[in-house]
């Protein structure tokens, strides 16, 4: 077979028949018989030569009827030979394009998946996409049923329509898609309203993220699976939600987070893509890929043993893959223009034709093709009409980005319906030849699949790749499909754009090698192919450092974006340096503020190496990432994901960090469903709630101690702060679980004394209120309930005890106010009335003077006998807490030694002397004033009596006990005026 240079079209498309082309052919004839399935060779061989009779004949063919005519006889199904009538209208005079319904908004549809720009689905992906077996390509890789090993799409085979799913997230989101083809894929309409529609929430990515987080699964996959969707299901929410108008302000803002989201989404799709593979091949058996006829294998068996035992082809194969899928994503919500069959057989060019042959005296105002077969304008240099090479240019467009989606099925159909099938069969030589009689006993003969002469096509396809002459877009649907790099490097001008391309050509030439190395013995004499393929030596790593020095700046720019970055390191399989790089990103105070927006994707991709048990991974980093990401969570108030991901933290670590969390939280229903969260995803909430109260109670306490006590501040300030009503409501952590009543009572104690020491009296009896009122009887039920007879510890009693010496405290402070405020509101005696000028008036005045004394004799009467009641009360309360069983505030049982403890009894301590002479006044000052003079003097034998070692408390508060030996005189010497016959005891 020789490759015609003058019309390499010709050989491309007539090759697979076995037909030796001169340079003089035209080619409509013989691509559409490509186009046809079943032919008949020698009606071909027939046709051909009848063909080049009439081309000797009539060098500008007037009609192809014979030649056709005949070729349909010998083809089934082959279209009508007689041109369409309806393409050629009457226009009116002077006008330079025939009538005929517009391009855009056709109301004829694209056949299949590709009618209308409605969001038809196109896109390739699926769950089950994502769940293919590692072992066996992809059912878009397969070219036949998808029990069979199959061809890939990029060349080696075609698309599933199973494999479509819905339409994904709204177009005018996307980035430059394909390169200059960005505007030919652009949404039907730009002048969109923001707007959310009402009634349906969008769906929360916190809040499933940590469903597919909790699922218990033994395949990691199906968490990432799970991520996917959630990203995919936001995505069409917002798709159907909201629609963004460019002239808005928040048109850049919305398009970033779109497009972060997107990315997001691409990322998980392809970590589940490129991992899968490995993970799945270390749990199955090795694969016998010597299963074919080593002699006589076809181009699809060699390919497919390939695919088998070659790892890295087939992850390269599926990033290539997923590098489409991206681009179908968009393809599905971008407005398809469709092309009636009319417009794009050039109509326009063929009226003025038949009009410059009716009037041949009217000249041209511009140069014309005078040929209407499709290799007349790159034959003669002569271009067609401007508006039919407009059109014809539009679809090229639209063709390169469905090849580069690598939808070459709807290609080949949006050339039919266009009215090309030529340039359909153009695109039909990539697949693999394979005859499947050769491996089956059946007697009925079996459809032959790929083509035969396949090294004709691609040649061809090189050879047209390199033309100048030919559209950008032309050159790189057949650089693409045949292996040149250079062809599709004008067209990629965006990173994902360029890594395909040189996955696409490094998928090629490695298949193409492993075609050589196994050459059909039926097949003689391969054509060679042009000397520039496979001159690059490509590999993953070499691509990578490409982009990076890539001439076009968008490329460069976007390998240092951080999802662009992510993927490359999955790409190239260097995990341990992307957590290193995803660790500096959050390190850098810099660049902090700027990862923010990724921290979900950089949290669950260590998540899910670290479930991998992928090997070399620096935990403290991982750690540190995940950490970072719920502070992000805490910051964003996403409060049901916070347990979730604390729990995947170090069990330190946890605490400290769920405690910081519970720190903010004030609402009782907040908190108690926090801790529910905390306790379904196995944190320890005992140690959590506690550390919370420890966290709140230690504000201020850092300054320097009264009375060199730690824990409590030197400034005796009794005005109530924010602070302090923090620390208040900080013991309700402790009360929604019973088993915990031990640490309420413990924490409230110690807040207690806190406030004690401020002079802080309704505080503490705020805090006292906190802890329920059965809070002994509880602690005491719960440690029988899980240690059986065992006697309590010490920090329980000691608790107990200190709990109880507060209440007693609170109870004697409470009942003297009430005294107090009682003795100081006694009634007041009415004054006589004074003596009037006039007899009548005094005696008036004298009548009302007495019955008002009459009432205040009454009321004071009642008034002294309720005072009577309350000193009662009030002086055995705080007798209570002076002769408290074992001494007040001192410990029943020895705690074990710890620096707590020790604070504790310091503060302890220093209580007893703050309040034990305060209790000793009051009860002074209450007896003194309700005349108990003679008891005023069992004070000082309580002092002095060695039994509650309240003497103990007066070694160190001298002033104190000089204060009350004083008031205690008062007393003796108001006794002696009261009773002078009396000692001044009273005795």
Known sequence: FTVSSANPTATMAAGGFGMDLDGETTHMDLWRIAATEGFNPAAVQQAAEARR????????????????????AALPNFPSPEPDRQ????????????????????????????????????????????????????SSFLYQSQSQLG???????????????????????????????????????DDLTMYTAGGETAPNLAEEFCQALNKSVVNPFERMDGYYAATQSLLKWKESKTAISRRSTKFQKVTLEWVDLKRERNTYRLLATAFRDRWEALSEQAVDVMDFDLINRSDKEVFSSLYRADHQLRHDIKVMEWLEEIVADELSTVSMTNYDAESVRRANTLYNLKKKRRNRDVGQSRAMVQAMDPDAPRRTGVPLDENDAADESRLLEKLWGLVRAGMVEEAQELCRTCGQPWRAATLEGFKLWHDPNLRTAEEQAME????????????????????????????????????????????????????????????????????????????????EYPAFYGQDNLTPASIIDRLKSSP???????????????????????????????????????????????????????????????????????????????QHLIHQQEYDAVATYTAQLPADTQVETYAFFLQGIRDKQLQKKCLTSADQAGLDVGSITKRVVETIRSVGADESALGDVPGFSHLVDTTRTEADKHKIEAIDWLVFDPSQRAEAMKQGNAVIRGFLASKKIEAACEVFAKVPDDSVQVVVEEWARRHGQAELPADHQNAIKEHLCIQAYLDAHEAFNTWFNHHRNAP???????????????????????????????????????????????????????????????????????????????????????????????AHKLLHETGQFQKVFEITNLIASERYGLLDVFKYRREDLRTILSLVRTSALSLLDQAPEADPLGF
């Open 448 to 527: 032959l699949e790929g083509n035969w002469y396949r090294d004709v096509w691609k040649a061809t396809c090189l050879t047209m790749s390199q033309d100048p002459k030919l559209d950008p877009n032309e050159r790189a649907i057949y650089g693409a499909l045949s292996g040149n790099l250079e062809a599709i490097l004008p067209v990629s001008l965006n990173w994902e754009d360029m890594l395909w391309a040189h996955f696409k050509v490094m998928v090629d030439m490695r298949i193409e090698r492993e075609l050589d190395l196994h050459p059909n013995p039926r097949r003689h004499n391969r054509v």
């Open 552 to 630: 076009v700046e968008a490329v460069r720019l976007g390998q240092e974006e951080p999802y662009h970055l992510i993927q490359s390191y999955i790409i190239i399989g260097e995990v341990s340096k992307l957590v290193a790089k995803m660790h500096s990103w959050i390190s850098d105070p810099a660049l902090a503020k700027k990862t923010s927006p990724y921290l979900r994707c950089l949290a669950h991709l260590v998540l899910f190496f670290r479930s991998l048990g992928v090997p070399d991974l620096s935990q403290t980093q991982c750690d540190e990432i995940v950490h970072a990401y719920v």
């Open 828 to 922: 007041e005696e009415p004054e006589p009335p004074r003596e009037a000028s006039h007899h009548a008036g005094y005696t008036r005045a004298q009548m009302e003077h007495e019955q008002r004394k009459q009432a205040y004799e009454a009321s004071r009467e009642r008034w002294a006998q309720g005072e009577v009641r309350i000193a009662e009360v009030a002086i055995q309360k705080i007798w209570n807490v002076l002769v408290f069983p074992d001494g007040w505030f001192v410990d029943v049982a020895v705690p074990s030694a710890s620096n707590e403890t020790s604070v504790r009894a310091a503060q302890m301590d220093l209580l007893r002397k703050l309040c034990i002479p305060e209790m000793c006044i009051c």
């Open 151 to 189: 061809t890939s799409q990029l060349g080696y085979g075609g698309n599933d329509s199973s494999m479509m799913s819905a339409a994904s997230p709204s177009s005018s989101m996307m980035q430059s898609f394909a390169g200059s083809n960005a505007s030919a894929l652009q949404p039907a309409t």
């Open 87 to 138: 393409a050629v209208r009457s226009s009116a005079p002077g006008s330079r394009r025939i009538q005929q319904p517009a391009l855009i908004n056709r109301s004829r549809a694209l056949p299949g998946r590709l009618s209308s720009g409605l969001g038809t689905p196109l896109t390739r992906l699926s769950q089950q996409r994502l769940g293919s077996a590692a072992a066996t390509p992809s």
């Open 53 to 72: 009779q009439q081309t000797k004949d009539n060098p500008l063919p007037q009609s192809r009827a014979p030649a056709l005519t005949r070729l349909s």
